[in-house]
């Protein structure tokens, strides 16, 4: 059965590091990769012990600046994690320039690497 997406955004394929922390601490939870991205959310190839709805925040290096994002986990399947971006002061200006840089590099790409790539993310 072909449910109809949730997702209001646009999603990206990107493999950045990421450290996984609780809220407003210094715990880590875990460490993995952003494999995909949007001004919503992100999905995360971690493993880490983490609840439903339970906030976090993700520390990512991007152009070589380090950035805090707020989230909230929505949904966790087979190693990878759903995150939600939560408000946050700068944030969402910060992820409007990475999508958009992302938005570019795809369009520069030959049309068959973009064809493997979303046949990649379509499985």
Request: with cysteine; net charge positive.
């Amino acid at each position: 059965m072909n449910l109809p997406s949730r997702r209001h955004h646009h999603r990206f394929p990107c493999d950045f590091p990421v450290r996984i922390y609780r809220e407003g601490s210094l715990d880590i939870l875990g460490e993995g990769r952003i494999v995909d991205i949007s001004l919503g959310g992100c999905s995360v190839e971690a493993a880490a012990a983490l609840k439903h709805g339970e906030a976090c925040e993700l520390r990512v290096v991007w152009n070589r600046r380090r950035r805090r994002l707020k989230v909230r986990l929505i949904w966790m399947e087979a190693g990878i994690l759903g995150f939600s971006f939560q408000p946050a002061p700068g944030q969402e200006a910060f992820l409007r320039r990475l999508v958009e840089e992302l938005r570019k590099a795809k369009e520069e790409l030959p049309s068959s690497l973009d064809k493997t790539i979303k046949n990649y993310w379509e499985l």
